[in-house]
């Protein structure tokens, strides 16, 4: 059974830092996808990553996908206060079209 | 524009009571699928469908049914409601292509007391 596990659970950086949230998953996949959600609000898509080495950049944000660690990871540079939302990720098995979800890591930006 | 609706957005119901929750998209998708969001878990799969009278058990399924006569909706139901089932419902919906990111609702916050 496929398993996804984030870390950390919480962040709180202050802003202009750096820093990665990992998703580590239990079984063969190459598609893993990374949401945001504001506060009270839905989940919005930020990247697909559909291959080894896939590596997507939005802005402040950058992920990437290593299939043979089964880790993926979002970076965050330079943080800014509008980044603090909580973020998923969510793997699809390989031979499925469910999505299991990741804990999340919910991301506080002081100013 | 193409959407996904939830219906309700807010319900309390009493303990025993059946609820339904109304799901309804309009990307003519094939996979819709349920969630339940709860604090420490993230989001728990609960059912999902493949298509017109496909369903399937997820993580979470117990007490939880959905029925798929059409391609636009998922209802699901809590057949005897129970407080543990407290929790942020969202649906959601995806094309049957890989790669194909999920398009979610906007949620359905549902309280049982």
């Known amino acids: 059974e496929l398993k996804v596990e984030q870390n950390p659970l919480f962040l709180s950086m202050q802003e202009g830092k750096n820093y990665t949230i990992y998703c580590n998953y239990s079984?063969?996949?190459?598609?893993l996808y990374w949401y945001r959600q504001d506060p009270g609000k839905s989940l919005e898509s930020l990247f697909v990553?559909?291959?080894?080495?896939a590596v997507k950049q939005e802005g402040r944000l950058m992920a990437s996908l290593d299939t043979k660690a089964r880790l993926s990871t979002l970076h965050i540079t330079a943080a800014v206060h509008d980044l603090s939302a909580t973020y998923f990720c969510?793997?699809?098995?390989?031979?499925?079209?469910?999505?299991?979800f990741g804990t999340g890591t919910r991301l506080k930006v002081l100013a | 524009d193409a959407e996904i609706t939830q219906s309700p957005r807010h319900k309390i119901t009493e303990t025993g009571r059946q609820v339904t929750l109304a799901c309804h998209q309009t990307?003519?998708?094939?996979?819709m699928f349920w969630y339940r969001q709860d604090l420490g878990h993230g989001l728990r799969l609960i059912h999902y469908?493949?298509?017109?009278?496909?369903?399937n058990k997820g993580e979470v399924s117990d007490g939880y049914s959905v029925s798929r006569s059409n391609t636009e909706d998922l209802p699901l139901t809590l057949e005897s409601a129970a407080s543990s089932q407290t929790s942020v419902y969202f649906c959601?919906?995806?094309?049957?292509?890989?790669?194909?990111?999920?398009?979610f609702g906007s949620g359905t916050q549902l309280s049982v007391l």
């Open positions: 990307w003519n998708h094939n996979n």
């Open positions: 990553l559909l291959s080894n080495g």
């Open positions: 969510a793997v699809q098995a390989s031979g499925t079209y469910k999505y299991i």
């Open positions: 959601a919906s995806s094309e049957d292509n890989t790669g194909s990111k999920l398009f």
């Open positions: 469908s493949y298509g017109v009278h496909d369903t």
């Open positions: 079984t063969t996949s190459d598609r």
